[in-house]
């Protein structure tokens, strides 16, 4: 019975320190990228006129727009699952790719009119190369998950 309780007792000191340093992990993946997302919006407002820079914005506007209304939520469901996810890996991956492709068609043929509601057509062309960004993403290995489940925030 004592060693039980001290087995348990142990089992929840490594799971915390796990806990601990995947937080700490996660905390300076995210400074990390907010500050390499800072700086290069410091040369793009170095290098590009700010009409030019206020373009940029109407595109990267659509790209997150789009991205963050259309999340599948594979991903997150993967990871909560207690059972083996292998066998849903595939799937998970194939609506990834196709969510991108469909992304990619949406912002490609539609850029023209979200440039027309900003009144600006000059803004189409950057929304067109943007969309390609979505095609890209989408062959992202879908493994990274296993990362994310057992808490190894360091090797993403």
Not at 5 to 33: C, D, Q, Y
Not at 80 to 108: C, H, P
Not at 129 to 151: E, M, T, W
Request: charged residues 15%.
């Amino acid at each position: 019975m004592v060693s039980t309780i001290n087995r348990n007792k142990s089992s929840n000191n490594h799971l915390s320190g796990r806990v601990i340093r995947s937080g700490v992990w996660v905390f300076a993946l995210r400074i990390t990228e907010r500050l390499l997302y800072f700086f290069r919006l410091i040369i793009l407002a170095r290098i590009l006129a700010p009409s030019d820079f206020g373009l940029f914005g109407i595109a990267l506007l659509t790209m997150m727009t789009l991205e963050n209304f259309s999340q599948t939520g594979f991903e997150s469901a993967l990871i909560q699952k207690k059972e083996a996810v292998n066998q849903y890996l595939d799937t998970a991956w194939t609506v990834g790719v196709i969510r991108s492709i469909f992304l990619f068609l949406a912002m490609f043929f539609f850029g023209p009119y979200v440039a027309a509601f900003f009144e600006t057509t000059q803004a189409t062309p950057i929304i067109r190369v943007l969309a390609f960004s979505f095609l890209i993403k989408s062959f992202r290995n879908i493994g990274v998950v296993f990362f994310n489940k057992d808490l190894e925030f360091k090797k993403q």
